[in-house]
């Protein structure tokens, strides 16, 4: 039977609760019985597990000076939004700006950024908003939006990873083409991770620290997501990213940026309108989606209460929520409210 060796320096990378019941030395890979410690075994390898988190600690601190300080976060808040050109994110970013933010946008398209930027200053009134192109599947272009936003703002103290893609194709994986899969995977996955990563840094180097929100999407809370499984696919991992972001920052003692899930639910973009073909997809369309501008005017306020009320806990904000899925649903069999309400139902 394998069994693995357990250094000092992999030890961070395992659950206290399993290290309280591994030796010291080597475990077996199958859990066997007689791995287990005893009560001062298992007291030394919590000493020797503490003090190397301590260390670690130590050496973040010398390298990220705010990693574990934090200014109060004060309004008019700083804010990032990916793919911010249209749908919700445009929503979001201009609720933000209503709300007095500053606010940074970007899209992968010039075009569609500088028509973002003039739609958004004319609907608000508001001027304290900026954009640039970027492509978040690209390294280069996510440090480039970094840049921008610390010239225009110095800080960013929320940045909302908006930027997602169905390659507007609903049909079964297997009819799907090598192209559509590839931007639906690198946009979702890899550029949220790419994503992620900027924000991280950029954050914990900021005296203020920072707040970071993944928007999730249909799929991501394990159920089946058929004719477009690729994306529920990715949308699973949003969750798992979170997460795990999550634990490394409490392991490496980062106490000054949070990350976040955030649910917008069915909202009526053109990515979902675009799989209103099916009677099911109508139905559910109708009885559970709603616009852009209602779901940012409910999750902007939401957003803006963690830093206001100094929240040191990550959290996931759902705009459509079980209850209140069931309670359309029901009140739709029941009498037939919602009934064509965007797309007419065979």
Known sequence: MAEMSVTTASLQSFPKSLLCSLSTRKFNSSF???????????????????????????????????????????????????????????????????????????????????????????????QHVWGTKCDVREGDDVKNLVAFAKEKLQYIDIWINNAGSNAYSFKPLAEASDEDLIQV????????????????????????????????????????TPRFAAYGATKRSVVHLTKSLQAELEMQDVKNVLVHNLSPGMVTTDLLMSGANTKQAKFFINVLAEPADVVAEYLVPNIRSIPTNGSTKATYIRFLTGLKAYSQIFSRIAFGARRNRYVLED
């Open 32 to 126: 066997h019985p007689s791995a287990i410690l005893s009560p001062i075994s298992r007291f030394c390898l919590i000493s020797k597990f503490n003090s190397f988190r301590f260390s670690a600690a130590v050496v973040k601190a010398a390298s990220s000076p705010h990693a574990n300080t934090k200014e109060p976060m004060l309004p008019p808040y700083d804010v990032l939004i990916t793919g911010a050109s249209k749908g919700i994110g445009y929503a979001l970013a201009k609720e933000f700006l209503k709300a007095g933010d500053n606010v940074i946008i970007c899209s992968r398209s010039d075009e569609r950024v500088v028509s973002a930027l003039d739609r958004l200053r004319v609907e608000t009134g508001k």
């Open 185 to 224: 995977v690198t946009t979702n996955t890899l550029g949220l991770m790419i994503c992620c990563r900027e924000a991280i840094n950029l954050m914990q180097n900021q005296p203020r620290g920072g707040h970071i929100f993944n928007i999730d999407g249909a799929g991501s809370d394990g159920r089946p």
